[in-house]
């Protein structure tokens, strides 16, 4: 049982809360179907304190949008990876059209939309996450993790264009990070990806491995940076598929908030 759900039923018992408004709280648990192309767990931000993200890649803006307005309907917050500047579009134009108050906001370089209802409260801020870029290139993967953390309430601390090619631009953003208390830190990285294990050698947190499909010929999409972050000799690295930076994001940010008392 979520603590979440102990606190409104310890509300309900302790006659703080109504019976019928506790029911209403409770729907946000359950799973809506939308349409017959979606069925939606809308109680997975009140399990893992991770808030929900639709991936926008294959869907039409019509579902797209239709997905993140159920959410928004039980939720007071959702964000959508991978999306076309056409879906945020259909969203922003569904949200007004079923009276949805939101702010909306749509980060280009990363494809990420970021949606707030009306009564979204920001999280409260606690923990920290560095962020690392390997290159100008790898900097759009990595703006996916650090939008997911500062949406999980962390402080995100970010350093780009600091790869092996000119290792000596590491030191001083690195340093910045452990002396503000980095709980975890993502190391985006393309080419052979070796970025992350130098990092990993270097510090006494846990490292995130973010492989991104950048490079040349063969193994350039991500695959030779994915399999040097698996083959590493660095202890305290892992590493997540490639490009993933919601899920290197949602780790670290899990990582972070648990390490501060």
């Known amino acids: 049982m979520t603590r979440s759900l102990r606190e409104l039923l310890d509300d309900v018992a302790a006659g703080h809360r109504s019976v019928d408004a506790a029911l209403g709280e409770l729907e946000s648990y359950g799973i809506t179907a939308v349409g017959d192309f979606a069925r939606l767990d809308a109680g997975r931000a009140r399990r893992k304190g991770v808030p929900e993200i639709v991936f926008g890649a294959g869907k039409t803006g019509e579902q797209f949008a239709a997905i993140i307005a159920a959410f928004l309907r039980r939720s007071p917050s959702v964000l959508g990876s991978r999306v076309s500047e056409e879906q945020a579009a259909a969203v922003r134009e569904r949200l007004a059209a079923d009276g949805l108050a939101a702010d909306q906001v749509y980060e280009s370089r990363a494809r990420v939309l970021v949606v707030h209802g009306h009564d979204h409260q920001p999280a409260t801020e606690r923990g920290v996450v560095g962020i690392?870029?390997?290159?100008?290139?790898?900097?759009a993967v990595a703006e996916e993790a650090a939008i997911v953390c500062a949406e999980m309430g962390v402080r995100v601390l970010t350093a780009y264009d600091v790869g092996v090619a000119g290792v000596h631009r590491l030191a001083e953003p690195l340093a910045e990070m452990?002396?503000?208390?980095?709980?975890?830190?993502?190391?985006?990285?393309?080419?052979?990806?070796?970025?992350?294990?130098?990092?990993?050698?270097?510090?006494?947190?846990?490292?995130?491995?973010?492989?991104?499909?950048?490079?040349?010929?063969?193994?350039?999409?991500?695959?030779?940076?994915?399999?040097?972050?698996?083959?590493?000799?660095?202890?305290?690295l892992t590493v997540v598929n490639i490009d993933n930076g919601v899920g290197a994001g949602v780790t670290a940010a899990l990582i972070a908030r648990r390490s501060v008392a």
Request: hydrophobic content about 50%; glycine content about 22%; aromatic content about 2%.
């Open 132 to 139: 690392l870029a390997g290159g100008t290139s790898d900097v």
């Open 178 to 236: 452990l002396d503000a208390g980095a709980g975890a830190l993502v190391v985006a990285a393309g080419m052979e990806g070796a970025l992350p294990s130098v990092v990993s050698g270097l510090v006494d947190v846990p490292v995130i491995g973010l492989p991104v499909a950048t490079g040349y010929g063969l193994g350039g999409h991500g695959e030779a940076a994915l399999l040097g972050m698996l083959q590493s000799c660095s202890p305290g």
